[in-house]
Nanobody, 125 residues
């Protein structure tokens, strides 16, 4: 089992930046593929970015490519989402997710077993 706690959300103006963090506790962090998802009001939870267990592979939703960067520090049991050039449509609750002992980046929310509680990101125009 792994427990996930997100932080770093907040209110930012369009064009600004935020860095989200997700701290994990429990099993060895490097055993987990990690992902970031987001859910806006009235919409389904959608994939944002994913990273393999040792950070060698990443994947991004088309809507955030070139603006967001996912990274991880296995020594600190933390995954990050650096968000630049934020847009009002990026407003959502952002969740980190983990899946155990998988060797590829996972894009589907149904493939993740472990979730954090979410952190709100609001981008004003």
């Amino acid at each position: 089992q792994v427990q996930l706690v997100e932080s770093g959300g907040g209110l930012v103006q369009a064009g600004g930046s935020l860095r989200l963090s997700c701290a994990a506790s429990g099993r060895t962090f490097s055993s987990y593929v990690m992902g970031w998802f987001r859910q806006a009001p009235g919409k389904e939870r959608e994939f944002v970015a994913g990273i393999s267990r040792y950070g060698r592979s990443t994947d991004y939703a088309d809507s955030v490519k070139g603006r967001f960067t996912i990274s991880r520090d296995n020594a600190k049991n933390t995954v990050y989402l650096q968000m630049n050039s934020l847009k009002p449509e990026d407003t959502a609750v952002y969740y980190c997710a983990a899946e155990y002992k998988v060797s590829i980046v996972l894009l589907n929310r149904n493939e993740y077993d472990y979730w954090g509680q979410g952190t709100q990101v609001t981008v004003s125009s």
